[in-house]
């Protein structure tokens, strides 16, 4: 079971990027996939989750309604879209999926988890 996040890389503020979370060997269908961000010192957060079966999500507050996170499952890949980033986003992101059916809300409960892809953000 392996994850890789891509997609992240130097944009200034205000701009955009997307990142995705491939799976290789396995349909990410069943699994929650969440995204989550972690700065040198801090512990890990959970940014957003998506759901298996029935598509909730979650975001948290300091993204809401700037992140959108979707499913692609022809493509087996979850997507982070990221709009109107800001310096306080620069962070390495991490996917990361749970079996089962739910949100993953805890970083503590996610059972696989790929390599890391660095956003930053300039002022």
């Known amino acids: 079971v392996q994850l890789q996040a891509s997609g992240g890389g130097l944009v200034q503020a205000g701009g955009s990027l997307r990142l995705s979370c491939t799976a290789s060997?396995?349909?990410?269908?069943?699994?929650?996939i969440g995204w989550l961000r972690q700065v040198p010192g801090k512990e890990r957060e959970v940014v957003s989750c998506?759901?298996?079966?029935?598509?909730?999500?979650l975001y948290t507050d300091s993204v809401q309604g700037r992140f959108t996170i979707s499913r692609d499952s022809a493509r087996n890949t979850v997507f982070l879209q990221m709009n109107n980033l800001k310096p306080e986003d620069t962070a390495v992101y991490y996917c990361a999926a749970r079996a089962g059916p739910g949100l993953a809300r805890s970083r503590a409960i996610y059972d696989y988890w790929g390599q890391g892809t660095q956003v930053t953000v300039s002022s």
């Open positions: 998506v759901s298996s079966r029935d598509l909730e999500t």
């Open positions: 060997g396995f349909t990410l269908d069943p699994y929650a």
